[in-house]
Nanobody, 114 residues
Framework: QVQLVESGGGLAQAGGSLRLSCAAS????????MGWYRQATGKQRELVAG???????DYADSVKGRFTISRDNVNNTVYLQMNNLKPDDTAVYYC????????WGQGTRVTVSS
């Protein structure tokens, strides 16, 4: 069964941290580059960070130096460590392949207060 399940969101103050997790079906995760995306209210979904199966990463300019993406290839899980959060980071966060090819999960909501 193809599945993406995000968790770890919540309410944080500006300058705080959160760690998001995404459990993916093995059929999705294996050998695929994975990405974290976010969608703020009234805006289009955007790629925040991506990670290749070999560990190489890339980030949107808006999160460089603050967010870190990582993956656990044994447990088919991808993480997003978010530090120094800003109110502009408020959004629903999703994971998918880097270049999304699968149905979206329910996402996890992140709210950053100033």
């Amino acid at each position: 069964q193809v599945q993406l399940v995000e968790s770890g969101g919540g309410l944080a103050q500006a300058g705080g941290s959160l760690r998001l997790s995404c459990a993916a079906s093995k059929s999705i995760f294996s050998f695929n580059a994975m990405g974290w995306y976010r969608q703020a209210t009234g805006k289009q979904r955007e790629l925040v960070a991506g990670i290749y199966s070999t560990g190489g990463t890339d980030y949107a300019d808006s999160v460089k130096g603050r967010f870190t993406i990582s993956r656990d290839n044994v447990n088919n899980t991808v993480y997003l460590q978010m530090n120094n959060l800003k109110p502009d980071d408020t959004a629903v966060y999703y994971c998918n392949t880097w270049g999304p090819r699968y149905p979206w999960g329910q996402g996890t909501r992140v709210t950053v207060s100033s």
